[in-house]
């Protein structure tokens, strides 16, 4: 988790040492603090760097309280303040909350949950103020869609239906942290795109950037690729705005039964099936499904995918996204006559997408050279042993120290010279400054939207061949398909069964793609994304408008 970097504005040195003092006793989450004794300078501070949130003591040798955080206010009225009041000032706190401020504290009466809390509070009310729908993401996804919509000469009654998600939910849930007397207060989102094509299929993440803007890219996202593989599903995604490695065991199963069980009316295996995301896996599915049974009376497994194959989960599921990814790079490879035993490759990632990836290029004879997860990259010219670099994370949670390779930043790792380069980490990381700077023949997205829309121009432009991510990662829905169909109806497939009809589908999707490029002069992305909107429209105009 990235450090939370806080302005405290404070003239008296022994508080702000108290201060300081807290912020240091905070468990899982870690806070940097940088501290000014004045008004000017802390202006001073926030012109030479950005900062998550603002401690600030309204009383200052060079402002009055009166108006010191309405100044500040206004130099910067998205910045999430937190105001620091005197015991018998309590008055000008609750004036600057009604002025804007997001909380205040009184010197002396704080602890260090109370300290935590008031930023990190301060910091999601800002976002869900200022960015809920204003999401690059959404934007970026939008952006996706509406480049296509003209291109097929869309319908404008379909291409503003599409537009939107159709089903949006946002609540704010509690838990109880382990200590008893302390429940903490999150948003948590579910978002269904399109209900046309049958039940709602989407994964569920737990990260601290989750908002509505980014669950609803990502459920657009899932209905053209539902759409593009042919699975009877409309698109959902649904989150949870908190870092899920701050959470002990106990506080992430409390967590996520009392989300369960605010999206319950929503979920269903005959409306909405949850998977596993960006900071969930098993063990998240199976106390969702079996917060889900205990409210129905009985064993619901097809409630959702992804779990442990002992509840009903499928084989292949935990690595069909990554195996997916493999299979069409083999695809590109055969029509860019690119011989895969003599490639190489950097995978941009190491979490189940990309180790997946990297272990399954390795296993095809692609030669890895590079290999990354938020603590460092790795590279090796000599090729990365991808089994001891798992090895390696699995005892040491991340691969910082690894001793398999060179230590690399990420933005260097994405432009090593290869053959191959899987982005499978986070959104935006392929973007129009760094985009004529690669130096490969193919992208296979294994993350949601790693390449903005400029970058897409400009790669296109450079003639590398990108596999877009309603392509590249779907082998994951794809699997979850299947677990879901086995549940209904209480049948099992062996692991190679499930390899060949995932290898089958996705041959199809890349083929039919590779197709309307070819013939369309189209790019991947575009050729995908018309695949996919095309299907849903054909559904929608079936189906007709009621009433």
């Known amino acids: 988790m990235k450090p939370i970097t806080v302005l405290l504005v404070e003239d008296d040195a022994e508080q702000a040492r108290q201060f300081?003092?807290?912020?240091?006793?905070?468990?899982?989450?870690?806070?940097?603090?940088?501290?000014?004794?004045?008004?000017?300078?802390?202006?001073g501070q926030l012109k030479q760097a950005s900062v998550d949130a603002v401690l600030l003591d309204v009383r200052l040798p060079d402002s009055d309280g009166e108006t010191t955080f309405e100044r500040l206010h206004r130099h910067d009225p998205e910045l999430p303040i937190v105001v620091i009041v005197e015991p018998g000032d309590t008055m000008l706190g609750i004036r600057a909350v009604e002025d804007g401020a997001h909380g205040y504290l009184v010197?002396?009466?704080?602890?260090?949950?109370?300290?935590?809390?008031?930023?990190?509070?301060?910091?999601?009310?800002?976002?869900?103020?200022?960015?809920?729908?204003?999401?690059?993401?959404?934007?970026?996804?939008?952006?996706?869609?509406?480049?296509?919509?003209?291109?097929?000469?869309?319908?404008?009654?379909?291409?503003?239906?599409?537009?939107?998600?159709?089903?949006?939910?946002?609540?704010?849930?509690?838990?109880?942290?382990?200590?008893?007397?302390?429940?903490?207060?999150?948003?948590?989102?579910?978002?269904?795109?399109?209900?046309?094509?049958?039940?709602?299929?989407?994964?569920?993440?737990?990260?601290?950037?989750?908002?509505?803007?980014?669950?609803?890219?990502?459920?657009?996202?899932?209905?053209?690729?539902?759409?593009?593989?042919?699975?009877?599903?409309?698109?959902?995604?649904?989150?949870?705005?908190?870092?899920?490695?701050?959470?002990?065991?106990?506080?992430?199963?409390?967590?996520?039964?009392?989300?369960?069980m605010e999206i319950i009316d929503m979920i269903g295996p005959d409306r909405d099936i949850p998977a596993p995301d960006m900071g969930t896996n098993e063990q998240v599915m199976a106390w969702i499904m079996d917060t889900y049974s205990q409210q129905m009376g009985h064993a619901v497994p097809e409630v959702v995918t992804g779990k442990?194959?002992?509840?009903?989960?499928?084989?292949?599921?935990?690595?069909?996204?990554?195996?997916?990814?493999?299979?069409?790079?083999?695809?590109?490879?055969?029509?860019?006559?690119?011989?895969?035993?003599?490639?190489?490759?950097?995978?941009?990632?190491?979490?189940?997408?990309?180790?997946?990836?990297?272990?399954?290029?390795?296993?095809?004879?692609?030669?890895?050279?590079?290999?990354?997860?938020?603590?460092?990259?790795?590279?090796?010219?000599?090729?990365?042993?991808?089994?001891?670099?798992?090895?390696?994370?699995?005892?040491?949670?991340?691969?910082?120290g690894?001793?398999?390779?060179?230590?690399?930043?990420?933005?260097?790792?994405?432009?090593?010279?290869?053959?191959?380069?899987?982005?499978?980490?986070?959104?935006?990381?392929?973007?129009?400054e760094n985009a004529g700077k690669l130096q490969c023949k193919i992208i296979a997205e294994g993350a949601n939207g790693p390449t903005t829309l400029e970058a897409d121009e400009i790669l296109n432009d450079r003639g590398i061949f990108v596999i877009p991510d309603i392509l590249a990662n779907a082998g994951g829905v794809t699997v979850s398909y299947f677990e879901w169909v086995q549940d209904t109806q209480n049948f099992s497939w062996t692991l190679d069964e499930i390899n060949s009809r995932l290898l089958k589908i996705m041959t199809d999707s890349f083929m039919r793609t590779l197709k309307r490029s070819v013939e369309q002069k189209l790019d991947m992305r575009t050729a995908a994304l018309i695949e996919g909107i095309q299907r849903v429209t054909e559904a929608k105009l079936l189906r007709g408008l009621f009433p």
């Open 20 to 43: 300081h003092n807290l912020f240091q006793k905070v468990r899982g989450v870690h806070f940097d603090v940088r501290t000014v004794a004045t008004f000017a300078d802390g202006l």
């Open 107 to 260: 010197k002396g009466r704080i602890n260090t949950s109370q300290l935590s809390r008031a930023v990190r509070f301060a910091m999601k009310n800002a976002r869900l103020q200022n960015a809920e729908w204003d999401s690059p993401m959404f934007h970026l996804a939008q952006q996706q869609f509406m480049k296509a919509a003209q291109l097929m000469g869309l319908d404008e009654n379909i291409r503003e239906r599409l537009l939107w998600p159709q089903r949006t939910l946002v609540v704010t849930l509690p838990f109880r942290r382990d200590e008893y007397n302390e429940v903490e207060t999150v948003f948590g989102y579910r978002v269904q795109h399109v209900l046309t094509m049958g039940p709602t299929k989407g994964g569920i993440r737990y990260h601290e950037d989750v908002d509505l803007g980014e669950t609803s890219a990502l459920a657009m996202w899932m209905t053209w690729k539902c759409s593009l593989m042919n699975l009877p599903f409309g698109g959902a995604k649904g989150g949870v705005a908190i870092d899920p490695t701050s959470l002990t065991r106990a506080e992430l199963q409390r967590l996520t039964r009392r989300y369960t």
């Open 308 to 400: 442990p194959v002992v509840l009903g989960g499928s084989l292949g599921r935990k690595e069909a996204t990554g195996r997916g990814v493999v299979y069409v790079i083999q695809h590109a490879c055969e029509h860019l006559k690119i011989d895969p035993r003599k490639s190489t490759a950097v995978v941009q990632g190491f979490g189940n997408v990309a180790s997946n990836a990297a272990k399954f290029l390795d296993e095809m004879g692609v030669k890895v050279l590079g290999i990354s997860d938020v603590s460092t990259g790795i590279r090796n010219e000599k090729g990365i042993d991808i089994a001891a670099a798992q090895a390696w994370v699995d005892q040491h949670k991340t691969l910082a």
């Open 402 to 432: 690894f001793p398999g390779g060179e230590p690399i930043s990420n933005s260097e790792l994405l432009q090593l010279p290869c053959d191959i380069l899987v982005p499978a980490a986070l959104q935006n990381q392929i973007t129009q």
